[in-house]
């Protein structure tokens, strides 16, 4: 892995309920495919991951959601809430940091 393998395993744990489209480890980016909340069904949600750095940093990931609704048969281009993208990056940072706390002995 050429990136931070916490940051890594942070995201695809934060993001395993969203099927997967591409996976570069070696180039820190991980794409989603489109997915559909069943209580939601005129929208869907595709996320871009990317890890910029081999250290376990809060500017070390990068969030990019985006958002589709459902018009007249036709799925349109949404603006996402700012807050979107910052609070999945402070979840995979959390998750970061409990998986190093977890290998590192104590």
């Known amino acids: 892995i050429g990136v931070n393998s916490y940051l890594w395993k942070a995201t695809l744990d934060t993001l395993s309920f969203m099927p997967l489209l ?60 700012a807050a979107t993208a910052q609070r999945l990056e402070d979840i995979i940072l959390t998750r970061a940091r409990d998986l190093r706390r977890s290998a590192v002995p104590g």
């Open 22 to 81: 591409q996976t570069d480890s070696n180039g820190g980016v991980i794409v989603t495919d489109w997915y559909t909340n069943p209580n939601q069904p005129a929208e869907r949600m595709k996320m871009t991951v990317t890890i910029l750095d081999s250290d376990l940093r809060a500017d070390a990931v990068r969030v990019a959601p985006q958002r589709q609704v459902l018009t007249n048969g036709t799925w349109v281009d949404q603006p996402v809430q």
